[in-house]
């Protein structure tokens, strides 16, 4: 940000002190209202809870509240800057969760490095919430937290850093694919860094039919194969990168990120903010009609106008000012809005997978184009719509506590997120 943009960040964040706060949701006409909402009125709810748990949901806000739980040790770009220099971006990732998917988050930021401790934390708070979104967690304890909650939580847990952005990744390659006559089973893919987005990029596109051999990955010592000793080495602690190393680059491809990209179909890169990281001459040494994901921020790793003059056909980044931003931002909102509606116990994979392909139809059907893959973050109507598919297939897999037919989410999840924005100032702008 330019010195002018931080300033006014810094006097609107004071002037506000802070993006978000918790509205009642009762009306209150005079005291007798208390003695129902408090006490002696609140006796009743407690005790038809403590006699059937799962009314939780019909007596409290539980199904639309969620966690936001971070450590501060890996927040945007800025890096391990601890739990209370990162609650503003919890507060905001609170404040875009509310206008875009009317849910009310909860920004909770935790004071331990301890992966155990960090579970244990979300383990006691389940009571509370009806989701966990877990946020800007280094890797790879990122890796072992969601795993081990999603294990033993009977609410949805989420990693947006990496289910959510693989999510919108999987997307935004749908409609690439569709654009430039490839399938994914026959793409070859180029991971640039293996952090924790592109670990779940490439467990997403696993998911639904990418050929393990056909994708190189590299990470800042090069490219990942069998003879990586020192991934190897760190196996116990990078589990995920050692089985990348073992499934993926059918070819033992060596070297670097130019070895990668020579003759691959498609770029997936989520490594440092560092324009020139991809060089626009290994861009032109990719396959014909190439795919560009460059989506570093607050920098890409080429910047478009470079990657397209190279040859390549359709580029993403993960900035707002350049076409076909590539952000989570376009699937957790309707993401847990679905999950909620439906009280799904989970969030599985095939969830996520109805949220993505759901977003590729929204681009489609706003005229699919390679500067507009998906639609924008802004074009909240799709947002129901991923809520509605994501509700669908959390019956289908099983995990929903509640039962409806689509329309009726996409009504229910309409009127929540129009109620949200009119409260934001938003209402009638699109």
Same mark, same amino acid.
């Given at each position: 940000?330019t010195d002018?943009k ?16 918790m ?13 129902v909402?408090y006490?002696p ?8 809870i403590?006699? !059937?748990p799962e ?11 969620i ?8 927040? @945007?770009?800025?890096g ?14 609170a404040?875009l ?6 849910v009310?988050?909860?920004?909770l930021?935790v ?7 960090l ?18 967690? %280094?890797?790879?304890g990122?890796?072992?937290v969601?795993?081990?909650?999603r294990?033993? @939580?009977?609410i949805?847990v ?9 999510? %919108?990744?999987?997307? =935004? ?11 994914l =089973?026959?793409t070859?893919?180029a ?11 490439y467990? @997403? ?13 590299c990470?800042s ?5 069998r003879?990586?000793?020192d ?6 602690r ?15 491809v060596?070297?670097g990120i130019?070895?990668a ?13 560092e324009?020139?990281?991809?060089r ?7 396959a ?5 994901f460059?989506?570093?921020n607050?920098?890409?790793e080429?910047w478009?106008? !470079? ?10 980044t993960?900035?707002?000012d ?7 931002? @376009? ?26 392909r759901e ?26 719509r ?5 509700a669908?297939?959390a ?8 039962? =409806?037919?689509?329309e009726?989410?996409l009504? !229910?999840?309409?009127a929540r997120i ?7 100032g ?5």
């Open positions: 940000m002018a931080d300033a006014e960040a810094l006097r609107r964040h004071a002037e506000a002190r802070g993006k978000v706060q509205a009642p949701k009762c009306a209150i006409a005079g005291p007798e209202d208390f003695a909402w006490t009125g609140v006796a009743a709810p407690c005790r038809a403590q006699a !059937e009314r939780v949901y019909e007596f409290t806000n539980r199904g639309n509240t966690a936001i739980v971070s450590d501060g040790s890996r927040v @945007l770009g800025l391990d800057i601890g739990p209370a220099a990162g609650l503003p971006v919890m507060e905001g990732k404040l969760f509310k206008v875009l998917g009317g009310d988050a909860v920004p930021c004071r331990t490095r301890d992966m155990a401790d579970a244990a934390v979300v383990r006691a708070l389940e009571p509370s919430f009806g989701g966990i979104n877990l946020e800007d967690i %280094a890797q790879p990122c890796f072992r969601l795993d081990e909650l294990a033993s @939580l009977s949805p989420w990693h947006d850093d990496q289910q959510g952005t693989a999510t %919108a990744v999987f997307a =935004a390659l749908t409609n690439a694919l569709a654009l430039t006559g490839r399938t =089973a026959r070859r893919i991971l640039v860094g293996t952090g924790a987005a592109n670990v779940a990029v467990r @997403l596109l696993k998911a639904c039919g990418a050929e393990p051999g056909a994708i190189i990955a990470d010592l090069g490219t990942l194969h003879g990586r000793g991934i190897e080495a760190a196996r116990e990078y589990p995920d990168k050692w089985a990348m190393c073992e499934e993926s680059n059918a070819g033992g060596a070297g130019a070895d990209l020579r003759g691959a179909d498609a770029c997936i890169a989520f490594s440092r903010p324009p020139g990281l991809i626009a001459a290994w861009v032109g040494a990719m014909r009609d190439a795919i560009v460059a989506c570093a607050p920098a890409p080429i478009p106008a !470079e990657a397209l003059a190279a040859g390549a056909r359709i580029v993403a993960g900035r707002s350049f076409p076909n931003q590539l952000n989570n931002s @376009l699937v957790f909102p309707g993401l847990f809005r679905g999950a909620l509606d439906a009280g799904a116990r989970a969030i599985t994979d095939a969830m996520a997978l109805a949220a993505g977003l590729a139809r929204c681009g489609v059907e706003r005229g699919l184009r390679e500067d507009a893959l998906l639609p924008r973050m802004q074009d909240w109507a799709a947002v129901p991923v809520a509605a598919a994501v669908m297939q019956q289908a897999d099983g995990v929903a506590r509640r039962r =409806a037919a689509r009726d989410y009504r !229910e999840a309409t129009g109620a949200a924005r009119a409260m934001a938003m209402e009638g702008r699109a």
